[in-house]
């Protein structure tokens, strides 16, 4: 069986479904070639990468009022 | 001490093996919590109520399932329970997968996510965005995607079959990636 040629958007909708999985069939080979011919696949890619990524870093920290907070709402909601 | 032998100790009823065990957790339980609801207030509330349902029901647990899922699965519970409670119309609605992806639509962000601690604008940026994400998507996208659990675990907390979880992460990352790509494709200061 052959392929259809694989648009970019083939290539896009791939990396949202397998994004970081290192598949091996003939598709994927197919669309690891894309890539590294098409600038707008990688650009795409990077900025879908660069999504999760500054989900990642965006964090908030327990600090000790907030610590202090939930100890006693523990201790007043578990009294016997 | 062995998160098994603090569980059985605090099970027993020891309190230090019980604070313990929640200093252990309680930094997870509330970032998480905040990333799916964008609210210091609300995640410290979800985080307090997640503690709390565990210290009562510390006796069920059994050795076999990890305490982080079900940590994870209690936020998850919560949160979704207050998302349905709010008006939908906050949300935009996933309806047509194809136009998630518009290939003429794609430009360098020249973002550095590591700058983001720091950058106010971005900060609101990427609350706004995932703000628009329905809940059940936007659970599926931080288990999998920012807390890093595999898609077998997320599946499990979400209660959803491995190839959902599949079809709803996809649609999450193009619809974030569209969200953000509304402002980053201008740069950020
Ligand atoms: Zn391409």
């Not at chain 1, 397998?18 to 990077?46: A, M, Q, V, W």
């Not at chain 2, 935009?92 to 992806?101: G, K, R, Y």
């Amino acid at each position: 069986m052959e392929f259809h040629k694989i648009t970019c958007k083939d290539v896009m909708n791939h990396i949202c479904d397998n994004l970081g999985e290192d598949l091996d069939s003939p598709k994927c080979r197919e669309i690891k070639n894309h890539l590294e011919e098409c600038d707008c696949c990688r650009t795409y890619r990077s900025s879908i990468d660069s999504t999760i990524k500054l989900y990642k870093e965006y964090n908030v920290e327990v600090n000790d009022d907030i610590h202090k907070r939930l100890m006693e709402f523990i201790e007043n909601n578990t009294k016997p | 001490m062995e998160e098994k032998e603090l569980i059985e100790k605090a099970q027993s009823g020891n309190r230090q093996a019980l604070s313990e065990l929640i200093k252990n957790y309680e930094q997870t339980v509330y970032n998480f919590s905040f990333k799916i609801c964008r609210n210091k207030e609300r995640a410290e509330n979800t985080m307090q109520e997640t503690f709390l349902s565990m210290v009562k029901s510390l006796n069920q647990f059994s050795g076999n399932s990890k305490l982080s899922t079900w940590l994870y699965t209690v936020v998850s519970n919560h949160c979704l329970m207050l998302a349905r409670s709010q008006k939908k119309y906050e949300y935009t609605p996933i309806e047509d997968d194809d136009a998630l992806i518009d290939e003429k639509d794609v430009t360098d962000w020249s973002v550095s996510p590591e700058r983001v601690a720091e950058n106010n604008e971005l900060k609101a940026l990427l609350d706004d965005a995932i703000s628009h994400l329905e809940p059940e998507y936007r659970v599926v996208f931080l288990l999998r995607d920012v807390e890093g659990l595999s898609t077998e675990e997320t599946a499990d907390i979400v209660k959803l079959s491995v190839p959902a979880v599949k079809s709803r992460l996809h649609r999450a990352r193009a619809f974030l990636r569209n969200e953000l790509n509304k402002s980053l494709k201008y740069g950020i200061s």
